[in-house]
Every structure is written in structure tokens, then in C-alpha cells.
């Protein structure tokens, strides 16, 4: 496993294994770092998929708004190796922020309407920041396909409306959710949970299977409102939660729905605050 | 010479020419067509320098204000097609408003700072325009290298800044302005020009050259805004000229500067209508 931290050489490196296979596959996982299963799995789907499996680590300033936890974000960049080598992964590309930013950025890429809500609402600037440094990490790795958690699933949205929009030449590899056994979405802030708010955080997933069971069992009578509402009174149960939001919308358009009949695919979408920690957590049912 | 009008077939045609040359190199002539010996320049330097010289012409809706002149752009499909091949084109990217944008584009790449004067500040959004379009023909053609006129001085600085800022992997080439024998610079514009328009127009090109004798000249006491006035004051001897902008700026950064001697490399950058037509022409003067 080489571990690059020059964008130079991580070009170099992809463009001698295209020199000598001119039909690599070239898989790619960006991550912030602090890997856990649900970036196993991306790997592993990578490395299943792919010749040449790229993982890049940056944790990107450029995504995170001025109150938000930038300078606390996890590191743990030996254990992060140990996950990446364990998974198959042929290159990491580990830059630092001043080999990825030289000087500060003056261009934005910047995604509209599927921003509006959710995460791009109650983050402003949050999806430039993903967008922009997605296109800058494809257009150093160049890769075939890249492969992102639907734990993010607006990200995914955001980045598949980027890519059709820009030509990009790079496939998006939805992948599923990992979540601990007991339900939690497997996420990097997890970490920061003291144990009380661990316990409660299960509050998440347990709304989100509640809500799935009452689309199961729907005769054709139960509006959006009504199913939102019911996981809004399930997450209040939990006294830590403070509920950021809890929407549900068309995928991958991310635009309103009241009719659930309606829409071929619907996501129901949370993020909820335990303490200082922000969660997300979501689910796409599909009809 | 391939004549394509679909992305697919323009990847399909340079992967396949990729394949069978794994060091090719691919020249890219971005233009809106009209084509003059500006664009031919481009296409012979693409040439020179490259195996496999593709142009694409695309008027781009997308660079437009709504009250410029889109809906009168000239075009002329077969005198572009015999420049083109005069020119040794291999590939001719001719895509149609739909194959471009099979919807409205919810993403934009936008460029601050390097656009906030000249044509950035006299054409809301045209440059997130050009910078939008350009990254797709980027991502469509996938080229080592591309051509751009220097009379869109301030688009080659966005365009370079862009890439930098964006790590594009395509190396930007910047060409000398191509005048008529008389001075004025060649524009696909200048078919709009009425007789008498056309003659006073050569004001543009006579005013930038008194410029340089001048700063020839200077013993170290020209000021930036004395500069300026003098061109200033040269163009209105035109009377059909209309003053859009005469700016003396920094290059490439396109900031203000006051004192001439303390910048390597400044612009002096104008855009000026005769009637509905607007020019634009500059010099660049480095110490």
C-alpha cells in the first residue's frame, strides 16, 4: 500500500498503473479520515469492483461552517492505515490542507435546489465546500468510479447532480449504510457520544424502522405530514434529542412531498443533536 | 476530420484514439464557431503541439445576459467546418443546446475575485458561464491541453485560475490576439459592424498602441490613472464610441494597480460599443 501525500504524486501513481493496464479500473473512496465499517465497506466494494483502489484522507476545511467541529474532527491516522491495508486498498492519499488549498480557494462549485433542505439547509456553504473539493479529488485521482455511504445520502444526491451536470467522467457508487448491532449509523462523530447519549442516539434508527413499518402496514391512507409527525413524537420520547430536522422528500430530487403514493422513491431524513453531537441518520423506501 | 455532435461519440472517439497511442496528446480548441484566423491561430498551435486536435463549437446560452445577443450570434456551419479542416482538426465537438444541457444545470462553477471587473462586472454571470461550460468540454474531451485567444484576457485568467484552484489536469495555452491588417482585433463580433463603425472602431487598436509608446517612453513618472485617462481620451475622438470600460489592471490577478512599476505584468483592457456592437481588445505589457 503506497501512502502519497503530494497530489503530484498520486497522479503519477494512478497514471503508471493506466500505463501498464490500459483498461484499469480505477476505484475511489474520499474520506475525512477516523475510518470506521461503513468506510470498510466502501473499500471493499471498491477493491471488488476496481484494479486500483485510491482512498484519499483529508478532512476539508472548506465543508465545515465557522461554528462547526473543524478543529475537534477525529483523527487517528494509524488505525485509519490499519482499516484502509485490511481492506485492500492499493494508494492512500493523505494531504495536507496547505497541498490541497496552496492559496484559498476562488472557485466554488456550487450545486442548487438539491442544497436547499436538510443538511444543505441547516449547513450553509456546506455542499460548496463537498462539491468543490469532490472535483478537485476526482480531478487529481481521476478515477472510473467513485463510492460514497448513503448514511450522506444528500451528499450522494448532491454529487451525482454535480457529476451529471459537469460531464464528470466518474460513475457514483451508492453503497448501504453499516450500523453498529444495535442500530446505530456508523459515523466518525460517534465518538464524541458521552454513554448516555450513545444509548439515546439509538432513538434514530428506531424511528426510522418505526416509520418503515408504518409504510409497510399503509393501506393508502397515510400522507407524508402524518408519517413525519409520528417519527418526530418517536425521537421526542428521548429527552437528549434535539431534533435539527426530521423531513421526508422525494429521492434523489430532495424536493417536498405530501402524497407518498406519489413518488417512486421517498427519504426520510434526520439529524439530531445529542449534547454537542450532530447525527444523521436516514432511509430511502422505495415503492 | 470526425464532425460529432454527441458527448458520448467525442469520449468514445478520443478514448479509442488513446488506446491505440498510449502518450497521445490532446489539443482542445473551445470556441462558439464564427470562426476567423483567431481561432485558426489557436487551432494551428493545438497542432504544432498535439496528436489529436479536437475543436468544439458550442454558442453557450449559459455565458449569455439576457439582453445580449444569443438569439443573433453569427454562425456559419460550413465556412467553421473548412476552417476547422483547413486548420488540420482531427475531431469537431458540434453539440446541439440539448445535448449540452438536457436540463437546466443546477451546478455552477463560479470564479471570484479575477471576475470582479472588466467583462465580470459589465456581464453578470457570464463568466460562471464560461467556467461552467468549460469544466463539461473539459470533462468530455478529457485534453492535455487547451487553446485560448488572448483577447478574452480576463477569460484565460479564469480560466487558469480554475484549473489551479480546481486541480484540473489540463494545461491552459494562451495565444496572441490575431488583428485584421489594419489593427482591429479579430472578433466574430466584428460582422455586426456597420461601415462607419467598423472604421472607427480601429480606435480601439490605435489607443493600445499609443498606450505602449507611451509607457515605452516613460522615465518612471506614468501613473496607472494618467495612463488610462490618455486612452480614455483617444477613444472619444471616436464619436460612435461608447465607453463600456477602459481598465488599467494587475495581470493576470486583474486587480487595481496605481503605480505601473510596481506589478511585473499589467492589462490595459477595453470594451467599447459601436451601435449594438460590443468589442473588447487589450494589451498586456510586462516589464
Known sequence: MQILHRIQDVREAVKTARAENSGLKVGFVPTMGYLHKGHASLLEAAREQSDLVVLSIFVNPLQFGPNEDLSRYPRDQERDLAV?????????????????????????????????????????????????????LFNIVQPDQAYFGLKDAQQIAVIQQMVDDLNTPVGIVPCPIVREEDGLAMSSRNVYLQPEERKQALVLSAALRMAEGLVQSDSGSLQAEELRQAVIDHIRQSPLADIDYADILAYPSLVPVTDLRSTPAFIIALAVKFGKTRLIDNIIIRK
Do not use: N, W
Open 84 to 136: 484502509a491495508r485490511a481492506a485492500g486498498t492499493d494508494i492512500v492519499f493523505f494531504p495536507s490542507v496547505e497541498e490541497m488549498y496552496p492559496q484559498p480557494t476562488k472557485t466554488v462549485v456550487s450545486v442548487s435546489e438539491v442544497t436547499e433542505r436538510l443538511c444543505g439547509a441547516a449547513r450553509p456553504g456546506h455542499f460548496d465546500g463537498v462539491a468543490t473539493v469532490v472535483t478537485k
